[in-house]
Every structure is written in structure tokens, then in C-alpha cells.
């Protein structure tokens, strides 16, 4: 009974029988006969609920993962969501709803700007945008049912509601159709995500001072908007709002755009072309106070360092500064989980709390926030379950900026090498002496490989351009087999295709490239 | 054919096949700091709890021997808030240090027997409440 902590499911299954057959019952063991108490007292007043193998605690894309993972391996699976639907801020409000915007909102722009030397002439072109807005939400709906279809598949119980500790195996739920439940787990997965952080003194309305939920949902195009903090999400909806008209201004307190991670050089080359597209940027600038009390919103903002304030003026303002963890309500106090100074529950290199049986995964904890961490985590949690042991590389974790052109990278970056004192070498290719980027009139960018200066093992790679989010594939399978820049070099790619560029990036860095 | 040839006798690929997946007979499940916490050791409050979690049954040998190791970790490291855990002692107690199946059988000894009042609260009997005797009571007329 104390390997409660694994999934017994041939035990649980056997005793079962017993019971069902009242000829075994004087055969059972003393501890056998404690499992049949519990069971036949299971089906009592005191204690309705079936005890799980597995109860995850959030239906975002770590918890859906999971819960479809877990019931591919046999587990008995709930899922706890209260959204209503399932996929969590990722395809309810995050990634997908963003990258449904984005991609409109590009062929808006360049329907508009970049048709006419194409040899395309077009109309009067005008922007419906509760069009697009129904575009996005029917791709968001798809995929949100999809997932509750592979829940029917893998016979994953979905329960809507809000999952509370009762204990350190029982979970109330709150019922989003009114009532309470209670699940019972012998293991228990938290993947309650993470929500944006506010900006302190800026009440959020997500009408005019919005986060990345209210900045995908706007019914009209601001016709100025100020974005504080020029990480991915702000760049990401400063990039769409921009390209549908409005005029966009970036107050970043850092001396540069794009977040932890990005390279500087990559960060320097996107900033210079979101600038030609018509965003505006203030570096190093902090924001002091903030009033939407008016018509519209006032934003006083200062040099970082000290120096002379001055008050912006927007219609909208998007609080872009980052995400925290999001547990409230989760009751962790009361089975004495604990948070840190950032409010992620800790946890060990198998996901364990200190509770052996009750484990996080995903924005909730450790790690970078991002939506295929999370995956990679959730797979790996019930590997841990079932078969004992999982695998994620937190080095080899990409990460996207969905701008246009697209920036994306993997591995270190030429700061933290540097910091490490690591000697690297540098190998670059342009997308203009790329023959398909020619042919697509789409040339901004290049693919940057960082290798090990004396063993030519890929450290990092970074690229800005089109396709990039792609392309990064290549850079992260890469450097999980621990390959060099000779391997991706001496690989054939595909002509006439973006990826030659990353060939040749990776010939530069240990050679030289063919082509420039 | 020949340059091919060639090439293959100078260049040592980095990435090779390593041939079929393998699992390893034993992995380490003892708890380690997690790769991307910001720090090395895991807060001294895992070891407490799983060294208090471990009470009966077969790990009562075990928890024998891990109660005194925390002793002795708690000893070496009352002036930290983290536990290191002492060369070649199980690190945070000995709950996850081994699968279930290494643990041996769950069945008590011989002649032994568990107390229910001795389990973790989860095994025991639930208490009545005050609205499930009002049903039994009341023939269940209560529940509706």
C-alpha cells in the first residue's frame, strides 16, 4: 500500500476481481482486504468520487498533453479545466489566436504595400476587421474541439470546473454548470499555467489598457497605441496593430527589444526592420504612471537611467511585461506546497513537489514559458509515471517571434557565451544570396550558427527571416544529437529552398559558404 | 566513390547512431534540483516531508535509517534554508530513490498486520458527517 505512488493498475484490477467474487474474499491478504474496504467503502455516502490514476489540474496545453498521454498508457485520467474549453491561454487567447491574426494582418499589409511589383494589381483593398476576428475565433474552436475529441479517444475524463486541494489526493471542483465534485488521485499533475503580469498603477479593462487577451480582441484599430515591453508577445500585437493602421510606439526599459535569449545582433537587425514597417521604438525607457481615467490613456514615461519625462498619449495601451504563475485558488496551502519569490511551485528534475505523488509541469513552474516546453514536459511527467524515466533538454527548447520577418533561435546566444567565457566561432548567411528568398522578393534576414571554436559542435543558432520558425527545426534537432556545423553542412538540402540558407550558414561557420 | 571514400577516412561525424534504445536497468529517482530552477538544491522542506511521509511497511527499515541521516542533514546544515545531501547518502529521504518493484513486497510480515489508524490518512476511514447520518437516518429521505 506505500507504493501508492506509482500507478497500480494490475493490483487495483485484481482486487477488484475479488470483490466481485465473494469465494476469494477469505483468500485475501490483510492488505488486500484493506483495499477491498476502501473500494466497497468508496461506494459509499462519505466518499462518492472513483479514485484516478491521474488528476490534472488545468487543461492548457501541458495539462491537455498529459491528460492525452496518460490515457494512451492506460491510465484511469480526469482533466480539470474552468475555461470552458480546453488548450488553455495558448489556443484560447495566446499562440494561436495571435498567429491567426498575424498571418491575416500580414497579407493585409502586403496586399497593400507589396502586390503592385509582383505584377499584381489590386482594387480598392479595405481592412473587415470583425472578418478577421471570425477567422480567428473558427480556427481557435477547431482546434479547442479537436482536443476534446482526442479526450473521447483516449478516454480522458474532461471535467469543467475550478479544482481546488481538499487533501493531498482529493481535488474539489466547482462545477462551471454549478455543483461540486470531488476526484480522488493517487497522482495528481498541476499544469494551472500562467497569466500576464499587471502593470502597477494601470488598472487593466482589456478595452484601453489591455493585456495579450484583450490585444486580440479589439473591435476597432487603435489609432494609437502604446505597447509596454518589447518582448515577443508586445512586438507580436504591436506587429499586427501596426499593420492594420494603427500607429505603434514600444517603451522597452531594457537597451534592447525582443526579451532574454535573443541575440543581440538578431535583436539589433529586427528592431531596424520593424522600424522601416512603421513601428516606433523608445529604449531604455521606464514608465512611471499611467491614466485612463479620460477618453483615452495617458502614459508618463522617463529615460531608464534618470532624465526628462515626458507624457505619451494612446487610445490603447498594451501591458506587455510579462507572465506570472498562475495558482490562485488552488488551495497549495492547504497541503503545504510551496511557491518561490516568483511564484513558481518548486519542484525536482522529475516534476515531484515534495509531495511525491503531486507533480508541475508547464508556465506554473521552473523553465521558460513556453507552450512546447510544456508539451515536452507533460510527456515526459507520465513517462515518469509509467515507465520511470523522461526526457526534456532545456538546452535544445526553441523559441519564435512571429513578426515579419520571422526571428528564431535555440541554444546560447553570443552574450551568454561570452559571460561563460566560452571560445566560439561564427559562421553567417544572408537571406539575399538565397536564391528562393530572390525568387520570393522576401531577402531580410540571415541565419547566424554559433559552434565551439575548437570542436565545432553547434552552441546556438539564431536566424531572422522568412520562415525562421520553421527553419529552427533543423537548428534544435541539431544540437540534441550534438552535431556540428560540418554535420548540417555536409547534409544535402533541398534547392531551391530557404533551408539551403541555413546549409550554407553552417558551411560559413567551419568553412566557407558557396554562395556569398 | 573514391572521394567519398576519402572523405569518410578524415571526417568523424559528431552525430552517431547509437544503436537500439536501451533503458537502463537502474535510474537514479532520488530527487535532484530541477535543470532550470535557479538553484542547485532542492528547499530543506522536501527532505522533512519525506522523511516524515515515511512511516510503516516495508520503508520503515528504510525511514529508520533516513530519519537519522536527516538528523544528521539537518544537523550539517541548520545555519542553510537547503539540504545538500551527505556523500553517499540518498539526497531529500528515501521516497523516489528506488522503483516500487526494489522496495520488495508490500505484504506484512508473517504474522503482522497493519493498523488502519497507523496508515496515511487517505487509507483510513473517512468520519461521518453530520449530513451523511442525517441520510442514514432519515433512509436517504434527507438526500432529497
Redesign the interface.
Known amino acids: 500500500?506505500?507504493?501508492?505512488?506509482?500507478p497500480?493498475a494490475t493490483a487495483r484490477s485484481s482486487a477488484l476481481r475479488s470483490i466481485q467474487h465473494p469465494s476469494h474474499v477469505s483468500r485475501l491478504?490483510?492488505?488486500t482486504s484493506?483495499l477491498q474496504?476502501?473500494i466497497v467503502?468508496r461506494r459509499g455516502?462519505?466518499?462518492p468520487a472513483e479514485e484516478k490514476d491521474l488528476v490534472i489540474i488545468g487543461g492548457g496545453v501541458a495539462g491537455y498533453v498529459a491528460a492525452i498521454k496518460a490515457g494512451q498508457e492506460g491510465l484511469k485520467v480526469a482533466c480539470i479545466e474552468k475555461r470552458g474549453s480546453l488548450g488553455g491561454t495558448c489556443l484560447n487567447v495566446g499562440c494561436i489566436p495571435s498567429k491567426s491574426l498575424l498571418e491575416n494582418s500580414r497579407i493585409y499589409h502586403q496586399i497593400q504595400h507589396d502586390v503592385k511589383n509582383r505584377g499584381i494589381d489590386v482594387g480598392d483593398v479595405k481592412l473587415n476587421l470583425t472578418q478577421m476576428m471570425k477567422a480567428k475565433d473558427t480556427s481557435v474552436s477547431g482546434l479547442t474541439k479537436g482536443i476534446e475529441f482526442l479526450f473521447k479517444k483516449n478516454n480522458v475524463e474532461y471535467i469543467k470546473g475550478a479544482g481546488r486541494f481538499e487533501?493531498?489526493?482529493?481535488v474539489a471542483v466547482d462545477l462551471t454548470d454549478g455543483g461540486n465534485s470531488v476526484v480522488?488521485g493517487k497522482n495528481i499533475l498541476i499544469a494551472t499555467g500562467s497569466e500576464a503580469t499587471p502593470f502597477p498603477g494601470l488598472e487593466i479593462d482589456e478595452k484601453k489598457v489591455v493585456t495579450s487577451n484583450g490585444a486580440i480582441a479589439l473591435t476597432e484599430v487603435p489609432k494609437k497605441m502604446i505597447v509596454i515591453g518589447g518582448g515577443i508577445i508586445g512586438l507580436e500585437m504591436g506587429s499586427v496593430w501596426s499593420r492594420l493602421g494603427s500607429e505603434v510606439t514600444v517603451v522597452e526599459f531594457l537597451g534592447a527589444i525582443g526579451g532574454p535569449g535573443m541575440d543581440a545582433e538578431i535583436a539589433k537587425s529586427i528592431q531596424k526592420t520593424l522600424a522601416k514597417q512603421g513601428m516606433k521604438f523608445m529604449l531604455n525607457t521606464k514608465v512611471t504612471n499611467g491614466d485612463a481615467s479620460g477618453e483615452g490613456v495617458k502614459i508618463d514615461v522617463e529615460a531608464a537611467k534618470g532624465g526628462k519625462a515626458q507624457t505619451l498619449d494612446a487610445d490603447v495601451v498594451l501591458c506587455a511585461i510579462g507572465r506570472r504563475p498562475y495558482t490562485q485558488g488552488l488551495g497549495l496551502d492547504k497541503i503545504?506546497l510551496?511557491t518561490?519569490s516568483k511564484g513558481r511551485i518548486?519542484?525536482?528534475?522529475?516534476?515531484?513537489t515534495?509531495?511525491?505523488h503531486i507533480r508541475v509541469i508547464g508556465d506554473c513552474?521552473?523553465?521558460?514559458m513556453l507552450a512546447h516546453k510544456a508539451e515536452e514536459e507533460a510527456v515526459a511527467a507520465v513517462e515518469y509515471l509509467t515507465?520511470?524515466?523522461g526526457h526534456v533538454n532545456?538546452n535544445a527548447i526553441p523559441a519564435v517571434m512571429y513578426t515579419h520577418p520571422e526571428v528564431a533561435w535555440v541554444g546560447q546566444n553570443e552574450q551568454e557565451l561570452k559571460e561563460e567565457g566560452v571560445k566560439y566561432k561564427v559562421g553567417s548567411f544572408p537571406f539575399t544570396a538565397n536564391s528562393r528568398a530572390k525568387t520570393n522578393l522576401d531577402t531580410e534576414g540571415m541565419v547566424k550558427f554559433l559552434a565551439d571554436a575548437e570542436?565545432?559542435?553547434i552552441l546556438g543558432v539564431h536566424i531572422i527571416g522568412p520562415n525562421a520558425g520553421e527553419m529552427i527545426a533543423e537548428g534544435t534537432l541539431a544540437l540534441e544529437?550534438?552535431?556540428?556545423t560540418?554535420?548540417v553542412g555536409?547534409t544535402s538540402h533541398a534547392h531551391p529552398t530557404l533551408s539551403e540558407a541555413f546549409k550554407e550558414a553552417a558551411m560559413s561557420t567551419y568553412a566557407k559558404a558557396i554562395h556569398y | 566513390m573514391q572521394p567519398t571514400r576519402i572523405l569518410r577516412a578524415t571526417r568523424q561525424p559528431l552525430i552517431k547512431f547509437l544503436g537500439k534504445r536501451n533503458v537502463p536497468k537502474n535510474i537514479d529517482h532520488t530527487p535532484h534540483a530541477h535543470p532550470a530552477a535557479p538553484n542547485d538544491s532542492l528547499p530543506e522542506s522536501f527532505a522533512q516531508y519525506r522523511n516524515r511521509a515515511i512511516q510503516h511497511g516495508p520503508l520503515g527499515g528504510q525511514q529508520q535509517q533516513t530519519g537519522q541521516r536527516a538528523q544528521q542533514q539537518q544537523q550539517q546544515s541548520s545555519a542553510s534554508s537547503t539540504v545538500a545531501p551527505p556523500s553517499g547518502m540518498e539526497p531529500y529521504g528515501g521516497i523516489g530513490g528506488k522503483s516500487g518493484k526494489q522496495l520488495g513486497d508490500i505484504q506484512p510480515a508473517k504474522g503482522q498486520f497493519f493498523d488502519r489508524d497507523e496508515l496515511p490518512a487517505r487509507f483510513r476511514r473517512r468520519p461521518f458527517s453530520e449530513a451523511e447520518m442525517e441520510a442514514v437516518d432519515s433512509a436517504g429521505a434527507s438526500m432529497w
Do not use: C, H
Not at chain 1, 1 to 6: A, D, E, G, N, T
Not at chain 1, 346 to 352: A, G, H, L, N, P
Not at chain 1, 365 to 368: H, I, K, L, M, R
Open positions: 500500500m506505500f507504493k501508492q505512488l506509482i497500480r491478504s490483510p492488505s484493506l474496504d476502501r467503502q455516502y462519505a466518499t487533501d493531498q489526493n482529493t480522488r503545504g510551496e518561490d518548486v519542484i525536482d528534475s522529475e516534476y515531484r515534495k509531495i511525491p513552474t521552473f523553465g521558460p515507465k520511470s524515466y532545456y570542436t565545432d559542435r544529437y550534438g552535431a556540428s560540418e554535420d555536409r
